[in-house]
């Protein structure tokens, strides 16, 4: 891996614990205003001492967040669509000059597998990665279930390993109780888990720490830090799991006492 590329990971992927907490706040994208989220500007401050980067679309990181800050970017540069239409419509819509200009650290994209428009989206990380190795940029591939995908071990670990097979250097899927060491197994690169739908918030506890077991290197989570009604708790009780492998019970602790 060159230098820059693995320098510029480096700044996610603590070199201390080979672990990482991104915060995902990138929803808007095609969900617009998402609960959690309505006002970025004030919402998001407070959760970036907590983040090692923040997963983020350059509209809502230049309006929203102060470039004075020190958390690390990971730039989304995939959209054009909306919940109104077709999910796999997406395309690149973010060119590596503006995630240079914005001082990334990594770019992520969604790839749509087994959707109407899986071939687009494979073939554009395809050409994001060229694009990105050329500068030492680390691409981060999400594998998005779209409406209708199962999320069991056989599909993300198929939509894990093509991502990593298109030369991702870090991938983005979900967990899954069953056989998700399977996933990992199959995939070269990192896998950091997204958390999905809120969910209570021992249960997201729980994912997060099963899927550290299972070989995750980390989360990209949004939904379920930022729709808690204690984010700062649950981002403390997060970086916790994924980086000190407390335990559940003990990060619960941490979330509660936050309060
Ligand atoms: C994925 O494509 C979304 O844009 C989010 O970045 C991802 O789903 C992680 O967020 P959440 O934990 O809310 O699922």
């Known amino acids: 891996m060159d230098w820059g590329l ?7 992927i603590s070199p201390k614990t080979g672990k990482t907490v991104m915060l995902a706040v ?53 959209g054009g669509t909306s919940i109104l239409g077709e999910l796999s419509n997406e395309d690149i819509t973010t060119s590596m000059k503006e995630a240079l200009r914005l001082n990334s650290v990594g770019v992520g994209m969604s790839v749509f597998v087994g959707a109407k428009n899986e071939d687009r989206t494979i073939s554009n990380l395809g050409r994001l990665v060229n694009e990105a190795e050329d500068v030492g940029m680390p691409v981060l591939a999400i594998t998005a279930v779209g409406k209708d995908m199962v999320r069991d071990a056989r599909y993300l670990g198929l939509a894990s390993r093509i991502c990593a097979e298109m030369g991702a250097h870090i991938v983005k899927t979900y967990y899954c109780e069953k056989d998700f060491d399977k996933v990992v197994e199959g995939c070269p690169v990192p896998i950091v888990i997204a958390g999905g739908k809120k969910i209570p918030e021992k249960d997201a506890l729980q994912m997060a720490s099963n899927a550290i077991r299972d070989g995750a290197v980390g989360v990209d989570m949004g939904r379920n830090i930022f729709q808690s009604d204690n984010p700062i708790g649950m981002i403390k009780a997060i970086n916790a799991i994924v980086h000190k492998n407390v ?11 936050e309060k």
Do not use: M, W
């Open 6 to 12: 693995k320098n510029r990971l480096s700044k996610t």
């Open 247 to 257: 335990s559940v019970k003990e990060a619960f602790d941490i979330y509660k006492n």
């Open 26 to 78: 990138d929803h808007g994208y095609f969900q617009g205003p998402t609960t959690g989220l309505k006002n970025p500007k004030e919402d998001l401050p407070k959760l970036l001492p907590y983040a090692d980067s923040l997963f983020i679309t350059r509209g809502i990181l230049r309006n929203c967040i102060d470039a004075n800050t020190n958390v690390p970017i990971f730039l989304r540069v995939s």
